[in-house]
Every structure is written in C-alpha cells, then in structure tokens.
C-alpha cells in the first residue's frame, strides 16, 4: 500500500455500508479476506480506503452508497489529514464553480498529470477570488499527488449536487465530527444579529470563524434570510445587496476554509459579485484590515482571553474609549468593531453576560453610554449559542456621527423567559433544543426596530425597556437587562395572584377528594399469596407488546410535517406532557419510523432505579417514545392497563428488577412481576390505582400552584402591587 493512501476506521465502514458498528465487528470475524488494519489503535485500527471499497465493492455492499458518502471518507482518511482534504477539495469545486469549461480538459488527463496541472488553473481561480494576500495558499503539485483521487470524486460530487452544496456536506461533516475544536454560533443567533445590523453593503468578521455570520449577513442583505432551500448551519447563498465580505481568523485553516466557502456561496462576475477578503492572523495584535470603513460588524469573539496583547497593544489608537484591563478581551473586541466601522454603522457582537456587569470593565462601558455608541444590551436564554450553559448577551453598537448629539436612552431586552413549553423542567434535550428561538426573535426585534427609529420604546415589564443613560452612569454601570427591567408580575398584579390562588383552593377541594379512603385490616389483602409472572413472559404470550424508545428521527426537507412531540424520561418522572422533539434525519438517508404512543399504553422510565410507570391518555397519544422509556403496550382482552401500571410501580417489584451493573441503576423491565388475575379482578385493582393517580396529580398541581402563590405574593408585596 503506497504511504500516501487514505485510511477509514470501522465507524467510516458502517458508514460507506449503511450499517452498524456491529455488522464491521462481525465481517472482520466471519471473512477471512477483509482488509486487514493499516494503522490506528488495537481498539481503534484503521484500513486502507482503497481495500475496503474494493472489498465492499466485491461482496455487493457498496452499490447503493451515495457518492458524497464515498467523498466523505476520502476526505476524513486523507494522509494529509482531513482539513488538508478540505481545502484541496475546496479549492477544485471553486475552480469547478468558476470556471466550469476548464475542468472537463483538465479531469481528461491521466491522475499523476492532473496533479502537476491542476496549480496553475488553481492559482488563477484563487487569485481571481481573494487576490494575492490571502488565506488560501495554492497546493504543490507535490502536495496535490496524494489528493488526485478525491480531486475527481469531489468533481464527480458537484455535476450531481453543485459545487457549493457538495462543499456545505463536506465541511458540515467535518465540523461534526469534530465539535470540541470549533466554536460555531447556530443559525438562529446568526440570522437575529444579522437582522440587528440591517443591511450593509461592506460586512466584516473580525474572528469569522466558520463563516457563519458573514454568509447570514450576505443573505439577510439579499432577503433571503432562513430559505428552505438552505441546510440547517451551512452558510446562505449571498444576493446583491452585499458587495464586500471581509473576515480573520487566527486559525490559518479555519480561515482557508471559511474563504473557501464563502467564495462557493457567492458569484465572482457580473452584477451579483461578492468581493471575499478572508485573512489569516491575531485580530487583536495584526490586524488584517487597518483602513476598513465597513457598514456592520458582526462578530462571535472568544470569551475570557488573558493573554489578547494587553502589555503590547497600551498605546493603541482603536482603546477610543478606554484601554480595556487585561480581564476584560471583549471590551477590546467591542472598541475593535467600532474602530472598522463607518460613521452611522452598526456592529452586533455576541457577549458574556459578565462584560455587562464587572467592575474591571465600567469605565470603558461608561464612555460607550455618554457618547452614544451602545445602544442596546439584549440577554439571551441559556442555549441559544455556545457556551450553552450560559444566557449570552447581544450588543448593539453604532459608530457615532461627528457632529451629532448622543441618543439619551439605552435598549435593555431580556427573553430569559423565551422557551418551549416543558422548559422548565430538564429533560432528554439541552437547554437549546428547548428554546422557542421565534419568540426570542420577534421579542428583540420587536422592540429594537422602533427603538431604532424613535429612541425610545414604552416599557414592558419583564421584557423590554429604554432606560436614560445618565440612569446607568452610576459606580456600577451595569448593564445587566433583568437589573433594569420592572418584573412581569408588576403588570398582572393582585388579579393574576387571586387567579392563583381560586386554582389553588379548587385543587386542594379535589385533593381532599381524592384522598385515598383508610386501607383494610391487615391480611385481608391477599397479594402476598397471589401467583405472580412477568412482564418478558406476558410479552412472549403475545399478552402485551414491549417496545423500546429513543430510535426515530423526523423527516428532513419537503417530507418535514408538524413537529412530532417526544414523551422523554423526565416527562414521565415529573408528569408533564410531552416536551422533546425527533432529531432530523440525516440528508443522504431515510427518516427513521419513531414509536408513536397510544391511549392505553404503559410507559417506564428504565434509568434512576425509581418505581414509575404512567398510563398514556388521549392528550399524549401521537407523541413518540423518548430515550430511556419502555413502552408496554396491553392487549386488552388479556390485560388492564391501569392494573398493569400499578403494580409496576411497587417499589419491592423495582428493587429485584433493577441492575446495579454500572455506575447508573438500570430496570429491566421484563422482569418487573405482576399477579395473574382474571381480566375483571385485574379491573378492580385498575379503578383503585386510576383514583391514586388521580390523587398523585392533584397533589403535583396544588404544589405548583402554591409555589406559584407564594413567589407572586412576595413579588407583589416587594414591588407594591400587593398591599400588606
């Protein structure tokens, strides 16, 4: 095998397959003329590409494998690594995009020729796109042998797909495959920014990173913002309102590749032309655009940076309003963006909630305010961008015009509060499948845009609010918006919390109700002496059907419907209804059919080691079963569902079923036991656990309620909408 060949683990196997990790293990064992490991790691070998679709190939494996899937590989086990692969495949579909008559004459010539012809076409075509400085350097003839066969599968890719969309699939699996070393800002926060800026003709990124924000903003100047011809986090194809896109990124790989893709997402002739300046280099220390007067600047920085030139950078000319402390990098990034604006433009950049409010930082923050450069801090929920554990900031800036008096009053906007039904309790998700990401939307501009225009915005409490900046000029200058903004029990006031409370004594009647009546003698129940059997029994008498969940995934594209709901593990734990959502489908393969629960059917949390299990009703059925729950579906000539369900949760039956094998208690649900009954004895027991159920959620809503009461009245009687 020659040195330069490109290798694949057993997970890019399955993958070129279409199967699972296990049916690899299993042809290493059953096929004595599987390609043996090349390299990698006892517990992690690698084979040569090549082997293995030949061998593939072979045993009638790999025809219906989709070419980009074969492209992916070869780029992922490329000998020079797979960004190497990246920017070498990158630059052939740039060429293939911008000069697609030469590529036939060129794809004609035999594979070691086409790597000693390919760099002179391929030096024009770069030259062409980002000029003689730039983040993308021409490969060596040398440097391109090792690539001549993805050279012409990436070729083959983009007849069959374009070549922006065959170059979108090839990086987005790359930046899936490798989520720890990227810091990518999603699409909704990119879009939101975007629309803060408004249209702009000349857009940059000081810290562009994948090229996100720059390809949102190039769109959302087009009005072609959230197409649904565009992928879920690949960049949008740029319209004619964006002339210039200018980006650096001290990571010379990143940078080549966001060139890269911006330049495939752009036109390089006619009245559509995008002018792509993308740039090596440390921002901050060498900066890579010095004379730029750009109408927005969007940027994503990085958070916390110790060591950002503080000592070297004292003298600055850009620290316009105070020369940042060496804990304070994002204020630096901040003075940055206004320093590469034109007079009157905007700048929108993604912000810890602590640049709001730390005392390192109030003077520079203070300036901003008293020459009207800052114009709105708007704070995120938790999820919304990375770090997702942390409800980030957005801040509105404009570069000030000579000569025109600063705007009096700030725009504080907080959507803490913006999240899908259920969010308050955790769940299966992260905190940012949970986000009602249009809510948050139409909430910050909602309240920017006529702010924008007027200068000021009539409060809503709990919101928004356009506060007088002499308001903020105190030792603190904190900018945080909830420290600003009146609480939104200030509007509903006492009637809302009489609301409250006619629930809370309606609930607590209905609990007194349902309050279990006195248990019998003892020994007279005769549970002790009943035949027991379980529930992998009953399963194989066809008596009910168990099914596990987690498995499905939604339909992407055209077929995408409603969202379908999923029932999670802690849905069924706290009661709620369901709050989860089925991850989309892959592109290149078919959605995968979820369960869909039913009226009837019994539902088991399998992690925790508790004794839980729920009845489905008619306003949960059509929901889809979640990871960790198993479904036990009764027949209901043999079984009673409500019977079922309650003698699994016994906590003595969970106890023997439950493992205790790894550091998580595990039940095995087809050993959970129950006592054989006729179908109306089963009954009788089903009516009394119905009725504790019944009992159980009561309880739960009147503990809700009660809390609900007790914080709004002491929200009420602190902020005097509650008399004492």
Request: a negative charge.
């Amino acid at each position: 095998m020659p040195e330069s060949a490109a290798e694949v683990t057993a997970a890019g196997i399955a993958r070129l397959a279409g199967v699972g990790r296990a049916a690899v293990s299993n042809w290493r064992r059953r096929h004595a003329d599987f390609p043996k490991p090349v390299g990698g790691t006892e517990t992690s070998p690698s084979f040569a590409l090549a082997d293995v679709e030949d061998w593939l190939r072979a045993q009638g494996k790999l025809a219906e494998v989709p070419l980009r899937e074969r492209v992916w590989q070869q780029v992922a086990g490329h000998p020079s690594g797979a960004v190497t692969g990246l920017v070498h495949a990158g630059c052939v579909l740039l060429l293939v995009h911008d000069r697609a008559a030469a590529w036939p004459a060129l794809a004609a010539a035999p594979d070691d020729r086409l790597g000693e012809l390919l760099p002179v076409p391929l030096e024009e075509t770069l030259t062409e796109r980002f000029g003689v400085e730039r983040a993308v350097r021409t490969p060596s003839p040398r440097e391109l042998a090792g690539s001549v066969p993805l050279v012409r599968a990436v070729a083959e890719l983009a007849a069959e797909t374009g070549p922006r969309e065959a170059f979108e699939f090839l990086l987005g699996r790359h930046l899936d495959a490798n989520p720890r070393q990227y810091t990518l800002t999603p699409p909704g926060p990119a879009a939101l920014m975007a629309a803060l800026a408004g249209p702009a003709a000349t857009v940059l990124d000081p810290a562009c990173g994948t090229g996100a924000l720059l390809g949102t903003a190039a769109a959302a100047a087009a009005g072609s913002t959230g197409s649904a011809a565009t992928a879920p986090g690949s960049v949008p194809a740029a319209g004619p309102g964006v002339t210039a896109l200018h980006g650096q990124d001290a990571d010379p790989d990143l940078a080549a590749l966001t060139a890269l893709r911006l330049a495939l997402a752009t036109d390089a002739t006619g009245p559509r032309r995008v002018d792509v300046r993308v740039l090596a280099g440390d921002t901050l220390r060498a900066d890579a655009f010095p004379a730029l007067t750009a109408d927005a600047v969007l940027c994503h920085p990085p958070f916390n940076e110790r060591n950002w030139g503080h000592d070297e950078l004292a003298y600055d000319p850009r620290w316009e309003y105070g020369f940042p402390a060496r804990t304070e990098s994002e204020l630096a990034w901040v003075q940055h963006a206004l320093a590469r604006l034109r007079p009157g433009g905007t700048a929108v950049l993604l912000m810890p909630p602590a640049a709001a409010s730390r005392r390192s930082g109030r003077r520079v923050r203070a300036d901003l305010l008293r020459r009207g450069a800052l114009r709105a801090v708007v704070a995120l929920p938790a999820g919304a961008a990375p770090p997702y554990g942390i409800p980030l900031h957005l801040w509105v800036l404009r570069k000030p015009v000579p000569g025109e008096r600063p705007p009096g009053e700030l725009l504080l906007v907080d959507t803490a509060h913006e999240t899908a039904a259920g969010a308050g309790v955790p769940g299966s998700g992260s905190g940012r499948d949970r986000l009602d990401w249009p809510a948050v939307e139409s909430a910050v501009l909602g309240a920017w845009r006529p702010f924008d225009r007027d200068g000021t915005l009539p409060e809503t409490p709990g919101e928004s609010r356009s506060v007088a900046v002499v308001e903020l000029l105190d030792d603190d200058v904190d900018l945080a918006p909830a420290r600003h903004l009146p609480p939104p029990a200030a509007a509903e006031g006492a009637a809302q919390l009489a609301g409250v409370r006619e629930r809370l004594t309606e609930t607590l009647r209905r609990t007194r109700e349902l309050t279990p009546p006195p248990a019998a003698e003892p020994g007279a129940a005769p549970g002790v002496r009943m035949t027991a059997t379980t529930v992998g029994e009953l399963a194989r008498a066809g008596a009910l059907t168990l099914r596990a969940g987690g498995t499905g995934t939604a339909p992407a594209g055209p077929a995408a419907q409603a969202p379908v709901r999923v029932l999670t593990d802690t849905d069924v734990l706290a009661g709620h209804a369901p709050s989860g959502t089925l991850p989309e489908a892959p592109p290149e393969g078919p959605a995968e059919e979820p369960v869909l629960l039913a009226a009837g059917d019994v539902v088991v949390p399998v992690l925790g080691g508790g004794s839980v299990a729920r009845v489905v009703d008619a306003a949960t059925a059509g929901a889809a079963l979640g990871r960790n729950v198993h479904l036990l579906r009764p027949d209901p000539a043999a079984l009673d569902p409500w019977f079922l369900a309650g003698f699994l949760r016994a906590t003595a039956n969970s106890r023997q079923a439950s493992s205790y094998a790894s550091t998580a208690t595990r039940l095995d649900v087809r050993r959970l036991q129950l006592p054989r009954l006729p179908l109306n004895e089963q009954r009788r027991y089903g009516d009394r656990f119905r009725a504790l159920a019944e009992f159980e959620e009561a309880l739960r809503l009147a503990g809700r309620l009660g809390e609900q009461l007790v914080q709004g009245m002491y929200d009420g009687l602190a902020d005097g909408t509650v008399a004492p």
